[in-house]
């Protein structure tokens, strides 16, 4: 699978009830190589996390075809911290389980500012 980024490429601290999550959101544009197979990706998370809500909405990369794609993630733990740009990979799981890792990028804060230390 080949993930080309495109910016923005963001990333912030959500909640759900008292619990906090790493919400992460891009836009990529994906392709894969096999001739006959499309994959549907069923899952995204930074590496070392998991996924704390399933994605709202699965998507299909056709053999031969490009797609334009918001890549968007709520996990656990946070990975990164609060204030400060998260430089790692992300991976993409799709319909037979298989992992795809992606080449390390850097998502910026977009959580406002931090209180003090």
Known sequence: MYVHFTNP???CIAK???QEMMQMVCWADINHDHPHHALIITDIYPQGSRSAKSRASNFVVLPGQMVHEQLASFSVPI???KGKPWIGRLI???Q???QYKTEKVTFQWAGGA???H
Do not use: I, Y
């Open 9 to 11: 490429m963001l990333w």
């Open 16 to 18: 759900n009830g008292e």
């Open 79 to 81: 990975k990164a911290e």
């Open 92 to 94: 993409l799981v799709d």
């Open 96 to 98: 037979f389980k298989k």
């Open 114 to 116: 931090t209180a003090p």
